[in-house]
């Protein structure tokens, strides 16, 4: 079985502060999805990194995905209270029909203003 | 912009009733996944289908629960009985694998509480 461990579970901040949760595994992935979910809606996805090493930036959150593909941090600047929700990794692995992602737990993350 | 659309939004039953949720993914996604998320466990995958076939199920327990897709613009997802510890909210999602790795378009889930 795959398990993704998202760090730190909770994070509370003050506004203007940069931050970075992470995501880990044993397992290597063939591609890294970051999703933020707000309460009472789904997950809606950030970014996909598929390459080792590959580096995303979406305005002040940058996305990392490890050189071995099996690890993936997410870092924001100056964090606004609009940053607030919880934080998905979510792995994917196999490949054609067989294709499917594994979620990790989230990291909730509190922007206070 | 295009969304997946789940009914009900919110579900309180007895337990023993029998519970149907509803999903109707985006046009012309091809794969369709039922998610449930609880605090403990986060989003666990129960199902998918892909061209209206179910692919895995592995994640679902087999004697209550059931998946279908009976035409390219419904899933359904039923527990009978339900139990109170089915009790969490259920998301749909889908896809369309074009290219290899690809993200999911979800739902707003059907928060279910089973008393």
């Known amino acids: 079985t795959q398990l993704l461990e998202q760090s730190p579970q909770f994070l509370s901040i003050q506004e203007g502060e940069n931050l970075t949760v992470y995501c880990n595994s044993s397992?290597?992935?063939?591609?890294l999805q970051w999703y933020r979910q707000e309460p009472g809606e789904g997950p809606v996805l950030l970014v996909t990194?598929?390459?080792?090493?590959e580096v995303k930036k979406l305005k002040r959150l940058t996305f990392q995905f490890g050189d071995a593909r099996k690890d993936s941090s997410l870092h924001i600047t100056a964090a606004q209270p609009g940053d607030t929700g919880l934080y998905l990794c979510a792995g994917g692995s196999g490949g054609g029909s067989n294709y499917k992602l594994t979620f990790g737990k989230g990291t909730l993350l509190t922007v206070n203003p | 912009d295009a969304r997946v659309t789940q009914t009900p939004r919110h579900k309180v039953t007895e337990m023993g009733q029998e519970v149907t949720m509803r999903c109707q993914p985006i046009l012309g996604h091809n794969t369709v996944f039922w998610y449930r998320q609880t605090m403990m466990q986060g989003l666990e995958l129960l199902a998918y289908f892909r061209n209206r076939a179910p692919l895995d199920d592995s994640g679902m327990p087999k004697d209550r629960f059931s998946a279908e897709m009976p035409d390219a613009t419904l899933a359904t997802l039923k527990i009978q009985p339900s139990e109170p510890r089915d009790s969490a909210v259920y998301f749909c999602?889908?896809?369309?694998?074009?290219?290899?790795?690809?993200?999911?378009?979800f739902g707003s889930g059907t928060r279910l509480t089973v008393v």
């Open positions: 990194v598929v390459t080792g090493g």
């Open positions: 397992s290597v992935f063939s591609s």
């Open positions: 999602a889908s896809g369309s694998p074009r290219g290899g790795n690809y993200g999911y378009t």
